[in-house]
C-alpha cells in the first residue's frame, strides 16, 4: 500500500491546478545550485514530515519512522536525514533505530489518512492516473484515494 500511496503522491505534484504539495502546505526544498533532486517539508504540530519522491520520514517529538519504497519502515533520527535531498543518499544512510514501533506505524497510517482526505476535499481524486503511455505497474485501475485503507490498518495496528 506504501508504495501505491508514493505512486498516488507523485500525480498529487503534477497536478493541474497546481502541486497539491505545496497547497497543503509543504515547501519544496531544492540542493543548493541544483534543481534537482528536492524534497518536500512541512512542519507538524509534534515534529516535521519530509518527502522525497518515493520516501517519507515522519517526526514526532519523541520517535521518527522513514518509510521508503520497497523496504521495511525503519527507526531514525531526524538528525539522520535532514540534511538529505537525494533518495538514493536516503536509502544508503545508516539508520541506526531498527525497525519502526507500532505508535510510528500508526501514526504514520493516520497521517497518511488525513493526507488522503485533505487531498480529496481539495482537488478530488481524478488527477491520480497514469501519463499516457505505458501504465506503471504501480498505478491503480481508476484513480482513487486511500483513506479508508490507511484508518483501516491502523487500526489493526493498535490491536497488535
Same mark, same amino acid.
Given at each position: 500500500?506504501?508504495? *501505491?500511496?508514493? @505512486?498516488?503522491? /507523485?500525480?498529487?505534484?503534477?497536478? $493541474?491546478?497546481?502541486?497539491? %504539495? #505545496?497547497?497543503? =502546505?509543504? +515547501? ?20 516535521? *514530515?519530509?518527502? @522525497?519522491?518515493? /520516501?517519507?520520514?515522519?517526526?514526532? $517529538?519523541?520517535?521518527?519512522? %522513514? #518509510?521508503?519504497? =520497497?523496504? +521495511? ?88
Amino acid at each position: 500500500m506504501l508504495d *501505491v500511496q508514493f @505512486w498516488l503522491m /507523485g500525480r498529487d505534484v503534477e497536478y $493541474s491546478g497546481g502541486n497539491l %504539495l #505545496l497547497r497543503l =502546505g509543504f +515547501t519544496r526544498q531544492c540542493v543548493p545550485d541544483r534543481p534537482w533532486p528536492n524534497r518536500y517539508r512541512r512542519a507538524e504540530a509534534d515534529g516535521n *514530515v519530509i518527502v @522525497w519522491q518515493c /520516501g517519507m520520514f515522519l517526526q514526532a $517529538s519523541d520517535h521518527g519512522c %522513514l #518509510l521508503l519504497r =520497497g523496504t +521495511t519502515p525503519a527507526a531514525v533520527a531526524g538528525s539522520e536525514v535532514e540534511d538529505l535531498y537525494d533518495l538514493a543518499q536516503v536509502q544508503a544512510a545508516p539508520h541506526q533505530g531498527g525497525a519502526c514501533p507500532a505508535e510510528a506505524l500508526i501514526r504514520a497510517s493516520h497521517w497518511f489518512a488525513d493526507y488522503e482526505a485533505a487531498v480529496t476535499a481539495a482537488a478530488g481524486v481524478g488527477h491520480r492516473v497514469p501519463r499516457p503511455g505505458p501504465v506503471p505497474a504501480l498505478a491503480p485501475p481508476e484513480p482513487c484515494s486511500l483513506e479508508r485503507d490507511w484508518r483501516a490498518l491502523a487500526v489493526r495496528l493498535g490491536k497488535l
